[in-house]
């Protein structure tokens, strides 16, 4: 099992930035993709970005593509998404997410783990 924590969510204004990270634990492999999705109120959960295990590829959701940057270190079992120019429709619960395989998977279901969620909440 993997267990995964996000951390770093808030309210912030629009045009600013936000920095989550997520901390990876139990039976953690670097040779897993991570990614993040979110789910706002009412909508289903969607696909933000995925991350392979070297980080030599990375893919973005249009929505959020030049914005936000997703990362990982993997001596420190943990991956981040910078998110900048925050627009008030980016508000949601944010959630890490990880997978064996280096897939860059944009479904749920391509992904086996799953944190519990960090609220960011972007005022206008």
């Known amino acids: 099992q993997v267990q995964l924590v996000e951390s770093g969510g808030g309210l912030v204004q629009a045009g600013g930035s936000l920095r989550l990270s997520c901390a990876a634990s139990?039976?953690?492999?670097?040779?897993?993709?991570m990614g993040w999705f979110r789910q706002a109120p009412g909508k289903e959960r969607e696909f933000v970005s995925a991350?392979?295990?070297?980080?030599?590829?990375?893919y973005y959701a249009d929505s959020v593509k030049d914005r936000f940057s997703i990362s990982r270190d993997n001596a420190k079992k943990t991956a981040g998404l910078q998110m900048n120019n925050l627009k008030p429709e980016d508000s949601a619960v944010y959630y890490c997410t990880a997978k064996a395989g280096s897939y860059l998977g944009t479904a749920t279901t391509d992904y086996n783990y799953w944190g519990q969620g960090t609220q960011v909440t972007v005022s206008s």
């Open positions: 991350i392979n295990w070297s980080g030599s590829r990375r």
């Open positions: 139990g039976r953690t492999s670097s040779s897993y993709t």
